[in-house]
C-alpha cells in the first residue's frame, strides 16, 4: 500500500497531538506552547479526515467512521477548553486538566489504529 498525503497528514495530527497531551502531562501544568501543539493537531486532524472522506465518498458508518467523528469533536472542545482555561488563568484547572487531554488522545488513537488493527484481522 502506498503512503498517501491524507496518511502523512493525519499522522503529523497524531506527533502534533500527542507532543502537546504528552509534554503537558509531564509538566504537570497546562501552558500556552501545549495548546499550540493542540490547535496543530486539530488542524492536521481536519485537514487528512477532509482528504480521506473526499477518497471514500463520505463518512463511513462504522466504528473507524463514527470514532472519527467524535475525536474530531472531542478534539475541537479540548482545544477550546483548554484556551478558556488559559485565559481565565485558572490555576486549578491548568494544574488538572492533563487528565482530560490524555482521555481525548486515547480516544483519537481508536479511529487512527482502527484501520491497521482492522488489516491484521
Given at each position: ?22 509534554s503537558e502531562r509531564f509538566a504537570g ?59 481565565k488563568k485558572d490555576e486549578k484547572l ?22 491497521m488493527v482492522f488489516r491484521l484481522i
Amino acid at each position: 500500500m502506498a503512503i498517501t498525503v491524507p496518511m502523512i497528514i493525519i499522522s503529523l495530527a497524531l506527533a502534533f497531538y500527542s507532543i502537546g497531551v504528552w509534554s503537558e502531562r509531564f509538566a504537570g501544568r497546562l501552558k500556552a506552547w501545549h495548546l499550540v501543539f493542540f490547535w496543530l493537531g486539530l488542524v492536521c486532524d481536519t485537514w487528512g479526515t477532509g482528504l480521506m472522506l473526499e477518497m471514500a465518498g463520505g463518512l463511513t458508518y462504522d466504528l473507524h467512521g463514527l470514532t472519527g467523528l467524535l475525536a474530531i469533536i472531542l478534539m475541537f472542545v479540548h482545544a477550546v477548553w483548554a484556551t478558556i482555561v488559559l485565559l481565565k488563568k485558572d490555576e486549578k484547572l491548568i494544574l488538572t486538566f492533563h487528565k482530560f487531554s490524555v482521555a481525548v488522545w486515547v480516544i483519537w488513537l481508536v479511529p487512527y489504529l482502527s484501520p491497521m488493527v482492522f488489516r491484521l484481522i
